[in-house]
Each structure stands twice: as C-alpha cells, then as structure tokens.
C-alpha cells in the first residue's frame, strides 16, 4: 500500500461553502455590469456563478470571455464534437459544474443520455463509432501526456482539417484551465443542474471520494 493510497480520505471533506463566493448582484459595480451584459441568463434570471465569481478578476474576464465564447459558439467543430470533448475532460478533471452546465448543451447537440453515460467509461467503452471513440481518446491523451500520439493525431486527420485538429488541441486545453479555476475556488453548480451527476472514475468503488465541487 501506498502513502498516498495509506492517506487518501474515505469520505469527502465537509461542504464549507465556495472559497470565492459569486458576486451578488448588489455589489456589480457600472463596469461588472458592462462585462457581465453579453451573457444569457438562467432560466430563474440570475448570471450563472462561473461567470459572477469570474468577473472578481475583471481585468482577465475581459479577455477570457470573447476567447471562451468563439469556442463554445463560433468554433470551426460540430457540436457533437465540442460536447464529446468537453464532457469527457470534465471527467478527467472531475469537474462537476463543467460536467453539469455541458450536460444540456450535449443533449441539445444530438448526445443521447446513454452516451452520455458512457462517457464516464471512456474510449474503449462498447457502442462508441470510431469517429468518437477517436474523440474520447483525444481528450484523454491530452489530460494524461499534454500532446496526442501519432497514431491518434494520423487517425483524427480522417475527419478534422488541419484547423480543426488545433481547435481539439485548444478546445480540450481550454476547458482544463477552466476546472481548474472552477475545482479550486468551489464554485456551486446552480439549482437545475446539480441533478447531472458526474460519472465516478472507472473502477471507484462507493468509499471514494467524488473530489472537488468545482466545475463550466
């Protein structure tokens, strides 16, 4: 047994709250609001918390949104695509806000709720084409080594030009850095998506814990 298996917690550590909590809506400031305007709201008419705990760095927000939003709106791949994409590094990086926000937006792009299921169980599961499994296995070499091998980069230019083949690279590397803002500062999924559980790890048993309540 390992020291780090010898000292890994059998149950989550208490729910205290986010460590940078949203900015109520009260506290925005002229220049919060301007930031803040391009964003659809929720349903209840509130700015999602990604986004109101964000905007604590103004200075950064300003630039992090334009880039965020050409991906997740404008970007060269199919929807399919950025979804598969998204929700298996949501898995990677255990990021249940990522993986709860994405959920609807999947099943908006045509993923059905088996194969979002399955995307907990990665490439390999049965079921996957090959064009998605190909996804998946992207997403997870990225996570694991920061590059793609040659056999799975040869095997992506099967469907994806050359752009597109950066925007995976990109897109997969964007929403790292996002779990990991949202993983570190605890940020609270909003009522309405907190019932999209995240997958647990392939082989977790009931005993481990879920990890960081962090997730977009």
Do not use: K
């Amino acid at each position: 047994m390992t020291d780090e298996h010898h000292h890994r917690p059998r149950h989550p550590a208490p729910d205290t709250g986010p460590r940078l909590a949203p900015l109520p809506e009260g506290d925005w400031d002229s220049s919060t609001r301007e930031l803040l305007a391009p964003i659809p709201r929720d349903a209840d008419g509130r700015v999602a918390n990604v986004f109101t705990t964000l905007v604590r760095h103004p200075g950064l927000f300003r630039h992090f949104l334009p880039f965020g939003s050409h991906l997740l709106r404008d970007g060269l791949l199919p929807d399919r695509t950025r979804e598969l994409l998204i929700l298996r590094t949501a898995c990677n990086t255990r990021a249940r806000y990522e993986w709860g926000r994405h959920v609807p937006l999947a099943r908006a792009a045509g993923i059905t709720d088996e194969e979002i299921r399955r995307i907990g169980a990665g490439p390999d599961a049965q079921g996957w084409t090959p064009a998605d499994a190909r996804l998946l296995r992207a997403a997870d070499e990225l996570h694991r080594d920061a590059r793609l091998s040659a056999a799975t980069w040869s095997a992506l230019t099967a469907d994806h030009d050359e752009a597109e083949l950066i925007e995976i690279t990109v897109l997969v590397g964007q929403y790292h850095m996002v779990a990991f803002f949202l993983n570190s500062s605890g940020t609270r999924l909003e009522p309405g998506y907190e019932a999209e559980s995240l997958p647990a790890p392939p082989g977790a048993g009931t005993g481990t814990p879920e990890g960081a309540h962090g997730d977009v």
